[in-house]
C-alpha cells in the first residue's frame, strides 16, 4: 500500500522550505518582475524533471543491485529528513542572495549544482515509491510528479517574492518548528 500521506508530506516540506531553487526564483521574480523570471523557472523545471529521473534510474538500480538496501535507504532517508529538521528549527533568518535575472539554461543547470534536489529525489524514490512501485511507466510519472511538486515551490516563491522573505524573518521561529516537526513525521513515517 502506498502512503500518499507521508510521501506527499515528505514532498512539499523539502520543497517549500529555502533552498537554492526557491531563493533564486524569489529573488530573480524580485529583480525583474514574474515575468521576465518565466524563463529561469522554465530552466529549473526542465532540470528537475532530468535530474528527479536519473534519481529514479539510481535508486531503481541500487534495490535490483542490492535487494536488502531498502531499510539502510529508508535509513539515511530518515536521518536525511531529521537533518533538515534540526536546520528547520536552527536557521532564524535566510541569507540574503544577490538578486539578477536568470536565463532558461542557468536555472536548467543550476539543478546540477543543487544536492538538495538529489537527495530529495533519492529519498523520496526509495524510501516512499519503489517499495511499492516497479512499472517504468509509474516510476517516470512519479519523477515528473515530484519535478512538479518541485516546480511549485519555485514558482509560489517567485510570486510572492519579497513577502515570503518578510513571512520567513517575521515568523521564522514558528515556520522552523513547524517545518521541524513535519519532517519528523515523514522520518517516523517511513518505518510504521
Known amino acids: ?3 500518499w500521506l507521508p510521501f506527499l508530506s515528505y ?7 529555502p533552498g537554492p531553487n526557491n531563493i533564486m526564483s524569489m529573488n530573480n521574480a524580485a529583480a ?3 515575468k521576465k523570471s518565466i524563463p529561469f523557472n522554465l530552466g529549473i523545471f526542465a532540470g528537475f524533471a532530468i535530474v528527479m529521473n536519473l534519481c529514479m534510474f539510481f535508486s531503481t538500480a541500487m534495490f535490483a543491485l542490492i535487494p536488502k538496501i531498502e531499510l539502510p535507504m529508508k535509513i539515511c532517508g530518515a536521518a536525511y529528513m531529521l537533518y533538515l529538521a534540526y536546520n528547520s528549527v536552527k536557521r532564524a533568518k535566510r541569507k540574503n542572495i544577490e538578486a539578477k535575472g536568470g536565463t532558461f539554461l542557468e536555472g536548467l543547470f543550476l539543478q546540477f549544482l543543487n544536492p538538495k534536489i538529489f537527495i530529495y529525489g533519492i ?6 515509491i519503489l517499495p511499492v512501485f516497479h512499472s517504468l511507466t509509474i516510476l517516470i510519472a512519479f519523477s515528473f510528479l515530484l519535478a512538479f511538486i518541485g516546480c511549485t515551490g519555485n514558482v509560489c516563491w517567485a510570486l510572492f517574492g519579497a513577502t515570503f522573505s518578510k513571512l520567513f524573518a517575521n515568523h521564522s521561529k514558528i515556520i522552523g518548528i513547524v517545518m521541524a516537526v513535519l519532517l519528523i513525521y515523514c522520518a517516523v513515517s517511513l518505518f510504521i
Open 11 to 17: 514532498a512539499v516540506v523539502v520543497t517549500y522550505t
Open 1 to 3: 500500500m502506498f502512503l
Open 32 to 34: 525583474v518582475g514574474l
Open 123 to 128: 529519498t523520496a524514490m526509495s524510501a516512499y
